[in-house]
Every structure is written in C-alpha cells, then in structure tokens.
C-alpha cells in the first residue's frame, strides 16, 4: 500500500525534515508513526497525499509511483485517502451532516447517495442523532469524531492521521485510537502519527519512529 525507498525531504530554506527514510506499509495493515516534535512526522504524510514532494528518492502509494504523478492526476489519488488532522478542520456555519457530506459533494454524488453515505459514517462514530446538530454544541471528542466521519465517508483504502488525539484527553484518546483500529479490522489501511508513546505503545500495532528525521525503528513490514 505504501512504500517509501530512500525518501529525502529538504525544505527551500535548507531544512532537513527527511533523511534517506524507507519502510514499507502492507494493505489492511494499521501502523503508528512517532518521534519528537519536528522529527518529520507531518512531513511523511503531506508527501503521501502530494501536499509536499520529496527532493530525493520514491514514494509508492496503492501502486502509483508518485514521482511521475501529475497535478491532473493528484485528486485521483487524493480520493483513496482519508485524512484526519489534530485541529478537525470543521467548518462551524454548517451542520455535522453537511461537514460529513462535503467530500462526497466536491466528488458529485447524487443526493440520495450522500445521505446514505453520511449516515452510516456518522452511525459508525457514535454521533447518526446529532446530524442536524452544528458543530459548537459538540465536545472537542465528538467534533474529532466528526472529522474522522469525513474522513471515512468517501470509502477511503488508506485513513491518514496527524496528531488526532493532541487536544484530548487520555480517555477520549483511547476511544478515538479504538475507531482507527475498527476502521483497519474492516480491511482499510490505517498510518497515524503521534507523539503519545505511551497510547500507543498499548495497542498491537507496528510504530515506526523517526528522529531528526531519519527512520530509527520499524522499517519492514509488520
């Protein structure tokens, strides 16, 4: 599903986020990503959804060769990949079903097909009654479940996730990294980074850990 040969990441302004970084993902497989702050934990998945491009090496994702991928083909790949941020990114003039409908939206899908769509997403997170409901009246744990809704809705083979559980609390956290897990067991390829080693550490999960942006842990398969 992913793999990364010899990856390197400079930035204009001569940073190294990436260093020579390879491993290698299977499909159906649920893997951590770790390290310090700055490690290049964001940098790896903004190279895996062509948000940044790698200044040297290759980046394999659902047998593609992103190297030789071009801005037409981007969204093409962006489609197979659901992406979940620290921050949610709800937009809070719209409800949490039209929040959950917006990828299927920008994909045009019929109406009735949205809405069956949304509401199994929505059933899947715990939160199908407060659809009509907006977006401040949820605690911060729910409006997280709300982003991994949308997230999921489009039937994504690869779920992305960066830092989903910084502003929660231990609890919350471990129920949010439990919907990742249900995601994987139904057969979708799940890449999380965080730095909650302790969380994560718990669960029966390859980590793959990164310092100064070199890989210094978990480069096979799982």
Same mark, same amino acid.
């Given at each position: 599903?992913?793999?990364?040969?010899?990856?390197?990441?400079?930035?204009?302004?001569?940073?190294?986020?990436?260093?020579?970084?390879?491993?290698?993902?299977?499909?159906?497989?649920?893997?951590?990503?770790?390290?310090?702050?700055?490690?290049?934990?964001?940098?790896?998945?903004?190279?895996?959804?062509?948000?940044?491009?790698?200044?040297?090496?290759?980046?394999?994702?659902?047998?593609?060769?992103?190297?030789?991928?071009?801005?037409?083909?981007?969204?093409?790949?962006?489609?197979?990949?659901?992406?979940?941020?620290?921050?949610?990114?709800?937009?809070?003039?719209?409800?949490? /079903?039209?929040? $959950?409908?917006?990828?299927? &939206?920008? *994909?045009?899908?019929?109406?009735?097909? !949205?809405? =069956?769509?949304?509401?199994?997403?929505?059933?899947?997170?715990?939160?199908?009654?407060?659809?009509?409901?907006?977006?401040?009246?949820?605690?911060?744990?729910?409006?997280?479940?709300?982003?991994?809704?949308?997230?999921?809705?489009?039937?994504?083979?690869?779920?992305?996730?960066?830092?989903?559980?910084?502003?929660?609390?231990?609890?919350?956290?471990?129920?949010?990294?439990?919907?990742?897990?249900? /995601?994987?067991? $139904?057969?979708?390829?799940? &890449?999380? *980074?965080?730095?909650?080693?302790?969380? !994560?550490? =718990?669960?029966?999960?390859?980590?793959?850990?990164?310092?100064?942006?070199?890989?210094?842990?978990?480069?096979?398969?799982?």
């Amino acid at each position: 599903m992913i793999t990364f040969d010899r990856v390197s990441k400079r930035y204009p302004e001569g940073h190294d986020a990436l260093r020579e970084v390879s491993f290698s993902i299977k499909p159906d497989e649920m893997v951590f990503v770790t390290g310090h702050s700055g490690a290049g934990k964001s940098t790896l998945l903004k190279l895996i959804m062509l948000i940044e491009r790698p200044s040297r090496g290759q980046i394999i994702v659902n047998g593609q060769n992103l190297k030789g991928l071009n801005a037409r083909k981007t969204p093409q790949l962006r489609r197979d990949i659901g992406v979940v941020f620290q921050n949610h990114q709800l937009l809070f003039d719209r409800s949490i /079903f039209d929040n $959950v409908a917006l990828p299927l &939206l920008i *994909a045009g899908y019929q109406h009735r097909e !949205i809405g =069956r769509r949304v509401r199994a997403a929505l059933d899947k997170v715990g939160l199908l009654e407060r659809e009509r409901d907006m977006p401040v009246t949820l605690s911060g744990g729910e409006q997280q479940r709300v982003g991994i809704a949308r997230a999921v809705v489009n039937k994504p083979r690869l779920l992305l996730a960066d830092e989903p559980t910084g502003n929660l609390d231990p609890a919350l956290s471990a129920e949010i990294m439990q919907l990742f897990a249900h /995601f994987n067991q $139904v057969g979708v390829t799940v &890449l999380v *980074a965080s730095h909650d080693l302790a969380l !994560i550490s =718990r669960m029966p999960h390859r980590i793959i850990t990164l310092r100064g942006g070199r890989l210094i842990t978990g480069t096979g398969e799982g």
